[in-house]
Each structure stands twice: as structure tokens, then as C-alpha cells.
């Protein structure tokens, strides 16, 4: 299974209309936010900024979801003796 790469998503965010067009979002299979960033301008240019601070950990996610892994197990680790 391919692992999906932030560098790609950064690329394709930029090189897509400066990210307004959304073409990270169908890269990272968000298929639904990828058509309203499409048809509202990166939801009018506040999206493109979310994007930016956001993308590196929405591209671990979807690999996580890629892989089967289930993201929202939570894990405790007892550091005392």
C-alpha cells in the first residue's frame, strides 16, 4: 500500500490555484472537503490556511486509516514502578 507523502500534499496544494482548488484534500481521499474547497475557493481562502498548519498531521492520518489502523485507539503507558 502506497504511503502518502507530505511533501506531495504541499506540492499539490500549491501548484493547485495556490490550494483554493482543493487538489490536496483529494490526494489525501477527502473526496467531500475536496469538492466544497472546488466550489467555494478553499472555503474563500480560510481552508488554504488551515491547510497550512494542519496538512502534515491530516497526511498521518490517512496513512493510518490507509494501513487499517484504527486512529482512535488510545494508548497508556504506566511509567511508575
Same mark, same amino acid.
Given at each position: 500500500?502506497?504511503?502518502?507523502? @507530505? &511533501?506531495?500534499? /504541499? *506540492? %499539490? ?12 484534500? =483529494?490526494? $489525501?481521499?477527502?473526496?467531500? @472537503? &475536496?469538492?466544497? /474547497? *472546488? %466550489? ?12 497550512? =498548519?494542519? $496538512? ?8 493510518? *486509516? ?16
Amino acid at each position: 500500500m502506497d504511503q502518502k507523502s @507530505t &511533501g506531495t500534499a /504541499y *506540492l %499539490l496544494m500549491l501548484f493547485s490555484l495556490i490550494g483554493f482548488a482543493g487538489i490536496q484534500r =483529494f490526494y $489525501l481521499g477527502k473526496i467531500g @472537503t &475536496g469538492i466544497l /474547497y *472546488l %466550489l467555494t475557493w478553499g472555503l474563500f481562502g480560510f481552508g488554504l490556511i488551515y491547510d497550512l =498548519f494542519t $496538512l502534515p498531521n491530516q497526511v498521518r492520518m490517512a496513512n493510518l *486509516l490507509r494501513s487499517g489502523a484504527n486512529p482512535n485507539v488510545v494508548v497508556h503507558v504506566n511509567t511508575k514502578d
